[in-house]
């Protein structure tokens, strides 16, 4: 296989790996609805960084340890179910506690309302997060990366699918890193694209009754994911 070919092949695939509904997905369309999408955009950007730090563990060669090692592989693998049901529970305890406040998505329509109507006395509330508090952009992009590196599957998917893709003869290393960063930038422009759908549904979104039901159901989602984490076995 010549390296154009295998780059086609690797991106071909990548696509359909990047379009099929997951995690990564429900965070992103979530964070688009609830927050907005330039939040949506940063925890997507901290989901491709992750493809990219996983891409260079295996062309480093420590994603064979991850995948040789029992102890390794369960400690990642709790911790991300830890991380996921945190998650989770504070969505579904938000939409309990707090029906109508810290809602970023909220705050952005009211503000763009009040400077339509050419309200100079009105002020926006900051945006918030799933405990009520506001995050900064910083931390909208680590809980996307933490969200993807705390997953041990896609540790080991990285290592048994990209060396399937590098032709011989090439340098393995530099070679792992692109298509690494390949399947990242499919994963922002998706995410750019996801982060777009949810826009002209602003006014749909803003009702208390759908923010407090995607909430209860992503949350869920969250959840179901952790349990299924904790309690896979390879």
Known sequence: MTPLAALLA????AIVLTLTPGLDSALVLR?????????????????????????AVVAFGLGSLLAA???AYDILRIGGALYLCYLGVQLLWRSRTRPGAGRGRDSE???????????????????????????????????GCLTNLLNPKIGVFYVTFLPQF??????????????????????????AVLAAATMPLNRWLARPAVARGLDRLTGAVFIAFGLRLALERR
Do not use: N, Y
């Open 10 to 13: 690797f991106t071909a695939a």
């Open 31 to 55: 964070t688009a609805m609830r927050e907005g999408p330039r939040r949506a955009l940063l925890a997507g950007a901290g989901i491709s960084a992750g493809c990219l730090v996983w891409g």
């Open 69 to 71: 090692s029992e102890l």
């Open 109 to 143: 329509v009211q503000a763009a309302r009040s400077a339509q109507a050419g309200d100079a006395g009105a002020t926006a509330v900051k945006p918030g997060c799933a405990d009520g508090r506001a995050l900064s952009p910083r931390q909208w992009f680590l809980r």
């Open 166 to 191: 590098v032709p011989a003869g090439a340098d393995v290393f530099g070679f792992t890193l692109l298509l690494a960063a390949i399947h990242a930038a499919l994963g922002v422009a998706w995410f």
